[in-house]
Nanobody, 120 residues
């Protein structure tokens, strides 16, 4: 089984920043896209951002949800087998459990999630 572990969540005030990390513990991420999703209390799961593998032939590009565009930045470090989501100018509406995902449908694997709370 593939194991993905998110970290970096926590409590932050509005306007603050956090950087989430997603590390694959038992295999490489090099050849797979890394996506971030979030689910807020009482709301549906929302796609946040996705970064393709540099080896991808799918033609997909880095993508952001409109709600986070200009504030969040997705990146990856294949040498560390890790994906990142830099979150800036955080607002209370960003409060959610954030999940990372390896690959595209249908060959996807999920992490356990990390809580992000934006509150005064």
């Amino acid at each position: 089984q593939v194991h993905l572990v998110e970290s970096g969540g926590g409590l932050v005030q509005p306007g603050g920043s956090l950087r989430l990390s997603c590390t694959a513990s038992d295999l490489t991420l090099d050849f797979y896209a890394i996506s971030w999703f979030r689910q807020a209390p009482g709301k549906e799961r929302e796609g946040v951002s996705c970064i393709p593998s540099k080896f991808s032939t799918s033609g997909k590009n880095i993508a952001y949800a409109d709600s986070v565009k200009g504030r969040f930045d997705i990146s990856r470090d294949n040498a560390k087998n890790t994906g990142y989501l830099q979150m800036n100018s955080l607002i209370p509406e960003d409060t959610a459990v954030y999940y990372c995902r390896r690959g595209y449908i249908p060959r996807v694997y999920w992490g356990q999630g990390t809580q992000v709370t934006v509150s005064s």
